[in-house]
């Protein structure tokens, strides 16, 4: 990594050491296996074992009846055929994908640009921007869930109150968890809120190391303000940039929780299904648990497809 | 970062900056700023942006619940646990894959990012049953033990940076006065990870304290519920949502991880950013 090695050290805590002890241990020492067993016992039972179940029974038929003893028999890849020909999976498909990417892009955009700002502000706004920035991603999910509900109440709510002041009439009294379009405009800045922090941070905290002599002299070669970005912010910020575009996508696309809770305000459950409460509806409440499994799989395996080029990338530029 | 910007466009970022704090900053506001005004003002359709009304009874409504106190019991229970178990265990894998080459590393530093990605809903059913034939559902043993699982690998992720920062000659030379490999970690490693530990302690202690789904769906009885089932509950217990109280509830939750968060700020991000930049 050429990042630690040719700026300034990130900061006092963190004294610069690249190379692991790397020819010394070529001899097999069972010290290194030793440390790594708790951790991945505890991951493989909690993850590898139920992993290995849900594989499995995305090609048996699993129902209810299973679930109460009744041995469930191989089905080949009927689970998988069945929800590739459910409309309603394709259409959860789709609005998946774009909340997630809309939610990504945004993040990214958003907290980049914040992390840029930060370094441009005097020194109170910066600390007011940080605190905020703090404030926010401290909050618990289920405590901000509550607060957007509120702000967004159709009785009640700022956001309509605001909205209908400025003359908009129409949006007095509106409620946003109706229409799946509103519903999902909430939903990407409920998220887009919580997510953009850590983005700033982590950047805000990698631009602080770029070599301030190297932005002098190419001032000085007569770099503008965009060609810097280009070319040296980018370059140096990018292992950061690229681990948090992965984290990202992974989780706008397995969203969850806020989806799931926002969708008992509305109930237009059907229309507002992203992967992760389409699975959780077939499967916890629809008891089809195969059908279930295998939709799971296909998310698992749209995940990968989405992020495997950023992933080896990462992989790459970090040597791990 | 530019050498010196012009007075012009120092005083446009700093308006920028200014509005984007206060986005930002809002629902944190408006949380607080709700759950101390009366039921009066909370109804009324015009909404108070000052705590004018001000009124600390929705706090009492929430601190006489006997609900809150238990899942505050739970909550801090299972955290505790957590944080614990997943510091122990990353601790040493991090020393393993910082400190050692051998088959294997890159797979297992693979799988800490694909791990991520295993979509948890799906999980859940043979998770549900697992925990059931151990007779653990509706305990806090059993949640922790799965929230461990799951929040180890991220843990490890962020440790190994940190790891990857204390120079290997410390523990040699400890070594050569006679500790032994162990010791070494323990006694030399360990203390100079203090930030690490804490940052990525309070990741564990952050998935932990507000993980939704999972918790539904093993913790069924009243007496076993954890902090976000509580809040979540609350707004549909009573027929009228009693705001008040949900802003209450929501905002003594926040508590705890804003007070841990403020503490801790400046190492988190460092944290993660050594993860990414050392791979």
């Known amino acids: 990594m050429t990042v630690t090695s040719t700026r300034a050290k990130p900061e006092g805590t963190l004294p610069d050491r690249t190379e692991p002890a790397a020819p010394r241990k070529r001899r097999r020492n069972p010290l290194p296996y030793i440390l790594l067993l708790p951790a991945v016992l505890i991951v493989l039972v909690d993850m590898g074992y139920p992993l290995l179940r849900q594989i499995t029974m995305a090609f048996q038929h699993f129902s209810l009846e299973q679930q109460f003893g009744k041995p469930a028999e191989f089905v080949g890849l009927d689970n998988f055929t069945r929800v590739l020909g459910d409309s309603a999976f394709w259409l959860t498909l789709g609005r998946s994908l774009a909340f997630c990417l809309v939610c990504a892009a945004l993040t990214m955009a958003i907290g980049i640009g914040g992390a840029l700002l930060l370094t441009k502000l005097s020194r109170p706004v910066s600390v007011f921007v940080q605190a905020a920035m703090l404030l926010a991603w401290a909050m618990p999910v289920l405590s901000s869930l509550q607060v957007f509900q509120w702000i967004f109440d159709s009785r009640s709510g700022v956001v309509d109150w605001t909205l209908a002041g400025l003359g908009m009439q129409g949006m007095a009294g509106y409620n946003w968890f109706s229409n799946p379009l509103t519903f999902f405009a909430v939903a990407a800045i409920l998220v887009i809120w919580m997510s953009v922090p850590l983005v700033v941070f982590m950047v805000y905290a990698s631009v602080t190391q770029i070599d301030e002599s190297m932005l002098e002299a190419s001032t000085l070669d007569g770099a503008n303000g965009w060609k810097q970005f280009r070319e040296i912010t980018v370059p140096t910020i990018a292992p950061v940039l690229l681990l948090v575009t992965i984290l990202e996508i992974i989780w706008d696309l397995r969203v969850f929780t806020q989806i799931f809770i926002l969708q008992k305000n509305g109930g237009i459950t059907e229309q507002t299904n992203v992967l992760g409460t389409y699975v959780y509806q077939v499967g916890l409440s629809g008891g089809d648990y195969g059908v279930a499994s295998a939709t799971a799989l296909i998310m698992l395996l749209i995940t990968l497809l989405l992020t495997w080029r950023y992933v080896t990338q990462f992989l790459k530029q970090g040597e791990v | ?279």
């Open chain 2, 1 to 279: 970062m530019a050498l010196k910007p012009s007075p012009v466009r120092r005083s446009a970022a700093n308006i920028t900056g200014l509005v984007f704090g206060l986005l930002w900053i809002f629902p944190v506001y408006w949380l607080v700023n709700n759950s101390l005004v009366t039921d009066d003002a909370l109804q009324s359709r015009t909404p108070s942006f000052l705590p004018l009304d001000f009124t600390w009874a929705h706090y009492e409504t929430v601190l006489h619940d006997s609900r809150f106190w238990s899942a505050l019991r739970m909550s801090f229970g299972v955290a505790l646990i957590v944080v614990v178990a997943a510091l122990l265990f990353a601790f040493f894998a991090s020393m393993a894959l910082s400190r050692f080459r051998f088959k294997g590393r890159k797979i297992i530093i693979i799988s800490v990012l694909v791990i991520q990605m295993i979509p948890a809903e799906a999980m859940f059913i043979s998770q549900y049953k697992m925990i059931d034939s151990w007779h653990l559902l509706n305990s806090v043993l059993g949640l922790s033990l799965l929230y461990v699982g799951a929040s180890v690998p991220f843990t490890i992720w962020m440790l190994k940076g940190f790891v990857d920062g204390v120079p290997v000659e410390l523990e040699e030379s400890a070594m050569i006065d006679g500790c032994s490999r162990m010791g070494a970690f323990f006694r030399v490693t360990f203390p100079l990870l203090g930030s690490g530990l804490v940052a990525s302690g309070i990741f564990a202690f952050l998935a932990a304290w507000n993980e939704y789904t999972l918790a539904l769906v093993l913790l069924s009885s009243d007496n076993s519920k954890t902090l976000p089932l509580w809040i979540q509950g609350f707004s549909g217990q009573n027929q009228a949502t009693d705001w008040g109280g949900i802003m209450a509830g929501s905002t003594l939750m926040a508590l705890p991880v804003i007070i841990l968060f403020v503490i801790v700020q400046k190492k988190m991000a460092q944290g993660l950013v050594a993860g990414a930049v050392k791979g």
